[in-house]
């Protein structure tokens, strides 16, 4: 049997420079329904644990068994039912084994959520996306790195219970890159795979248990903090992945020496694999591994409390009242290398359609779609540049085949834009959700021929220290106004640059959306800057679908 080193597990957060609490005992209120919630519990030890459930509103208990593994890095979910519609329960986790009883969760702070209301003519609900709230020590590779815009989520804890309080907030969509893999150089894990890669005795390392303990690892160091914890715990989370919970750029790379001048980039994943004495298949089976082990773990932290799917199929939709909602999976599918559908692939673009075609304007007021990557932000003869000088210098290749404007994508993003303004043709309100780009955005989308009216909104990031040479090269190039490739007129209503989070407000009986965007507000002082309370937008759209 191999040894520790030759494993490479990390076990602890011993094994890493992180300047923040490592996530342990930890809570994420998930899809939550009118009379149900999915409950996701990190214990930190294996054992018997009982939840406890109890209404602020008709003093109602409800009591679960639950036995945890280290199969899913003590994670375990709980699907509770019955629950009476709009109540407020309070939960908290004891340990079964310990004696009296102990306490693990729900303690020490007050852990609870809010059902859902049967009707809801009017709703509030929060976006946001990329959080990567560490930069780069001072000397580069070595050292811990720096905690900065943290504060972000206290803000977006205090809007969502503003909110709450005003009976309006339902539940949070996080858009995509809940964490980065390869955020800074010295937590990265790719880094780490080309620094430990090797073959010992004929067999490759590392292998699948150590990579998954690196994804974990991962995870556990960006929802470590308090801040970010204390959101989870308390309000209905809906998540996707994008690129950086796998790899930057992940399915946007040619590994088979295709069209570009370039050709197979294998190279630039793993760029001194021979002085390893590995050769191309070795770095196939890396990258195999490291993906098998990157949607293991998204299954376990992420997806695991969404609304229940297929095995390995990660899209999903959902509904509140005369609102539909579906959330696209652009990552876990997309691969460059294949010769259509390189994004979400051919089966789930039918799941799609095939959900869309059953909605009804009778019934269906409403429709807010999530794809992490916008459909519309970019010029599109800039992202197809791909191939240039300048792409290759500043190594925007991959992030430029990420975006749908690329040639690549043309038929796909075709197809999925006919699926959208198809449910608007029916009388019913688009709104396409993204994140990605780090910048707010709102652009109105108006099909020429029908006259529908559909809008993407874009919140992203909420923490992100490290400036973003595509949106530093692109975020002023794209016109406000004009006709896309695809003939669709289009404006651009917003535009925000800095860190920031969104609410969305749903009046479904007038048919009409409210966008809302948040981000740090100061004030200056002659010998420091004030931050001031968040208590206002800094941007507010009312959004209507009239043709």
């Given at each position: ?165 005003k009976q309006e907030l339902r539940f949070v969509i996080a858009g995509g890159d809940q964490v980065y893999t390869d955020g800074v150089d ?221 040639d690549l994508h043309d038929k796909e993003r075709r197809e999925l834009l006919e699926i959208l303004f198809s449910a608007a043709n029916k ?121």
């Open positions: 049997m191999e040894n520790q080193s030759a494993n490479n597990n990390f076990a602890n957060k011993n094994d890493r420079p992180w300047p923040n609490s490592y996530l342990d005992v930890a809570a994420i209120v998930g899809h939550t329904t009118a009379t149900s919630c999915r409950l996701w519990l990190r214990t930190g030890r294996t054992g018997k644990f009982t939840l406890l459930l109890w209404s602020t509103r008709n003093g109602a208990k409800i009591s679960l068994s639950l036995a945890v593994s280290n199969n899913k890095d003590t994670t375990v979910v709980a699907d509770i039912e019955g629950l009476v519609p709009d109540t407020v329960y309070q939960y908290a986790l004891a340990d079964a084994a310990a004696r009296r009883k102990k306490m693990i969760l729900g303690h020490d702070r007050i852990c609870q959520f809010q059902t859902l209301p049967v009707q809801d003519s009017t709703f509030s609900f929060a976006f946001y996306s990329c959080h990567n709230p560490y930069k780069g020590s001072l000397f580069g590779l070595s050292g811990t790195p720096q905690v900065a815009s943290i504060e972000m989520w206290e803000y977006l804890h205090a809007m969502l219970r503003r909110h709450q309080d010295s937590l990265n894990i790719w880094s780490y795979l080309k620094k430990n890669m090797r073959k010992i005795n004929g067999r490759l390392f590392p292998d699948q248990a150590a990579m998954r303990s690196w994804y974990r690892d991962i995870y556990r160091g960006y929802w470590g903090f308090p801040q970010v914890r204390r959101v989870f715990a308390n309000f209905p989370m809906y998540m996707m992945w994008d690129d950086h919970e796998l790899m930057d750029g992940w399915g946007s790379r040619y590994l088979k020496g295709r069209s570009n001048r370039k050709g197979d980039e294998m190279k630039r994943i793993f760029q001194d694999y021979r002085s390893k004495g590995l050769n191309y298949n070795d770095c196939r089976t890396l990258l195999a591994r490291m993906e098998t082990a990157a949607k293991a773990v998204y299954a376990e932290y992420q997806h695991s409390h969404n609304p229940a799917t297929e095995p390995g199929v990660y899209d999903y939709g959902f509904r509140h009242d005369r609102s539909a909602f579906y959330v696209l999976d652009g990552r876990g599918c997309r691969d460059i290398n294949r010769d259509s559908h390189r994004i979400l692939g051919k089966p789930q673009m039918a799941r799609f359609k095939n959900w869309v075609d059953t909605l009804d304007s009778a019934d269906t007021r409403l429709l807010f779609v999530t794809t992490a990557v916008p459909l519309l932000h970019f010029k599109p003869a800039l992202i197809n540049a791909d191939d240039n000088w300048l792409a290759e210098w500043a190594e925007l290749e991959d992030d430029l085949r990420d975006a749908w404007e690329h009388g019913i309100g688009v709104c396409i959700l993204s994140g990605d780009v780090h910048t707010a955005a709102a652009f109105r989308m108006r099909d020429n021929k029908t006259g529908a009216v559909m809008y993407q909104l874009t919140s992203s990031s909420i923490t992100y220290n490290t400036p973003r040479a595509l949106g530093w090269l692109v975020s002023g190039l794209m016109p406000d106004s004009g006709t896309s490739d695809d003939g669709y007129a289009y404006e651009r209503l917003l535009r925000y640059t800095d860190s920031n989070f969104a609410l969305i407000r749903a009046d479904q009986d007038k048919q009409t959306v409210t966008f809302q965007i948040y981000g740090k507000q100061t004030a200056e002082h002659p010998n420091r800057e004030i931050v001031l309370p968040m208590t206002h937008s800094l941007a507010k759209l009312e959004l209507d679908f009239k043709k």
